[in-house]
């Protein structure tokens, strides 16, 4: 009986070294640097990291620690986001300017120090100030721990596939003068594959993607759209795809030859490569416009995918790519992917409720003495127009108890009430296109489950917003169109394989059910990842109570915390 104790001993011990020598801590440096680069015809002035467009991959596996040293060399303030990462305990590390943190001014530095536990899968990073995350980006890849393997076939080869969007002008401007008017900033010159845009664009026949695959071989194409404001439809000619993971949580496999990734979302999907040696076949992107009306920049970018073994074929296939305009085929991408149930780290939905939301999201007007300048644009969730604080950030006003930096009444219901999806509506009701401006939060108790009704209106335009949540994954129960009704449409929850993603792309017109647990303390962010968006104002905070215990209480900032 003592020998198995001591037995018994000797295989926790084991297993606990075995699970620390796993984990590892990751660290880089990032210089964030202004460049001058060539682009349709135009030498342009970008902020970058590590003078490269995307930024440098962050490659870890599933409980490593990551360190990363950002340097700011540009003339700009700059936060760097881990999109989609948790945070457990490491809110501070979180990147939002002036939610977590004062940004990093120019000539100063901080590191961003977080562990990375309970997600697999392919997430990214970005600036979160001002539009710098037009170039500020690069992919966040957490592949499983040492000795742990995909619940697919192991690929031969894992490609990040970055979209991205350029201007030709220098964008810091460009959000300047959109926050000046109140007036949209003006459309994309190009969309881009990994930085660069493709032979359909001026000058850029030598600046297209190109990857060689060998017959045969399979392929893991982790997506990320990282464009500012654009959902994208995406194809490759003569393949189809199986989308094996979403916002890094693994999904049943989903055959396709169509995906639809909104801006901030991401997909991981496995090709194989089963067409003619010496053959060759255009990937290609181009916009999913949830709002006709609402002008945007029609154009593809495109790369290429060359099958190697012999000489090239001169014919490149070009696949058929849908209708800008077609949201049949987008919400039927968006609404087939479900949860891989008892895959790793799967997350069973929660049954008991403990806080109902009901949020209306869209643009807005806002309402200003200088009638020369005005009505502006605005944007707002439940009729609160968000608006940043300047003196300090939230997150340290929550930490050290510091009142005037927010409110705590963001509604749990639309302060009015109305035909949400009716674009006449404004007729006979034009006070609804003006939203007040707040720093309003929601304060939840610590493990609270929230159930989340994001509710898209037609006040303005009605269009499809990717909404974010920093922290947190949430369940996606149930979308559809028009108005929710609870009456309804309960009867279509699923609760037993929900999509659990970061990144939601709300209907055009319509709405979402989503539910998640606040296990998190500490001071998040919500809000529409169309760039523009938030500092229009379509954003609010969750305040996130602290637990019993000292491992569910806000820790105190790092001493290099940024200061305003």
């Not at 898209?456 to 949540?469: C, D, F, G, V």
Request: a neutral charge.
């Amino acid at each position: 009986m003592e020998g198995a104790r001591v037995s018994l001993a000797c295989a926790l011990l084991l297993f606990a070294l075995s699970t620390i020598a796993s984990a590892s801590i990751v660290e880089h440096t990032f210089n964030v640097q202004n460049l001058t680069v060539s682009r349709l015809c135009k030498r342009q002035v970008i902020t970058v990291v590590n003078g490269s467009l995307p930024g440098p991959t962050v490659r870890i596996r599933e409980g490593d620690s990551l360190v990363i040293h950002v340097i700011n060399n540009s003339p700009h303030n700059i936060t760097i986001h881990w999109h989609g990462i948790f945070h457990k305990l490491t809110v501070w590390a979180d990147g939002p300017s002036m939610v977590t943190q004062c940004p990093i001014q120019p000539g100063h530095r901080y590191a961003y120090r977080f562990n990375v536990t309970g997600q697999e899968g392919t997430l990214w990073w970005h600036a979160h100030a001002s539009f710098l995350r037009a170039t500020v980006y690069g992919a966040l890849i957490i592949r499983p721990k040492a000795g742990h393997s995909y619940p697919f076939p192991k690929p031969h080869k894992e490609v990040p596939i970055l979209f991205g969007e350029w201007w030709n002008t220098y964008v810091v401007a460009l959000e300047e003068a959109a926050i000046a008017t109140g007036v949209p900033p003006n459309n994309s010159d190009a969309y881009t594959i990994n930085g660069l845009p493709g032979n359909l664009y001026p000058c850029s026949k030598d600046k297209m993607f190109t990857l060689d695959v060998v017959k045969g071989k399979l392929y893991l194409l982790r997506i990320i759209n990282a464009a500012m404001n654009i959902p994208l439809f995406f194809k490759i000619a003569n393949h189809r795809l199986t989308v094996v993971a979403a916002d890094a949580v693994y999904t049943e496999p989903y055959v396709t030859d169509i995906i639809t990734i909104a801006p901030g979302q991401t997909v991981d999907a496995l090709l194989h490569a089963d067409q003619s040696i010496g053959s060759s076949y255009y990937m290609a992107a181009h916009p999913y416009a949830s709002a006709p009306a609402v002008p945007f920049p029609n154009t593809t970018t495109r790369g290429v995918i060359r099958y190697g073994g012999a000489s090239y074929s001169r014919r490149v296939l070009m696949p058929q790519l849908p209708s800008f305009f077609d949201t049949p085929t987008a919400h039927k991408f968006y609404t087939n992917l479900t949860s891989l149930v008892g895959g790793p780290h799967f997350v069973p939905v929660p049954r008991h409720v403990d806080e109902e939301m009901y949020v209306t999201i869209g643009l807005a007007l806002e309402a200003c003495a200088d009638n020369t300048t005005c009505p502006k644009f605005s944007a707002s969730m439940s009729n609160h127009s968000f608006v940043l604080p300047k003196k300090l950030s939230i997150l340290e006003a929550v930490f050290n108890g510091v009142d005037g930096i927010f409110t705590k009444d963001f509604p749990d219901q639309p302060p009015v009430k109305f035909d949400y999806t009716n674009p006449n509506i404004t007729q006979t009701n034009p006070e609804l296109l003006f939203a007040q401006k707040t720093t309003s939060a929601k304060v939840l108790k610590f493990n609270a489950t929230v159930e989340l009704v994001l509710q898209n209106h037609a006040l303005i335009a009605a269009e499809s917003h990717p909404m974010h949540l920093h922290g947190f994954n949430f369940h996606v129960l149930a979308q559809g169109f028009g108005n929710y009704d609870p009456t309804r449409d309960r009867s279509k929850f699923n609760l037993v394989n929900p999509q659990f993603r970061n990144t939601l792309a709300v209907p055009v017109g319509g709405w979402a059910v989503t539910r998640f647990t606040a296990d998190n303390p500490g001071a998040w962010l919500m809000h529409c990842h169309i760039d523009v968006h938030l500092p229009f104002g379509l954003g609010m905070i969750f305040v996130v109570e602290n637990g019993p215990t000292k491992s569910t209480t806000l820790p105190p900032p790092p001493s290099d915390l940024p200061t305003c």
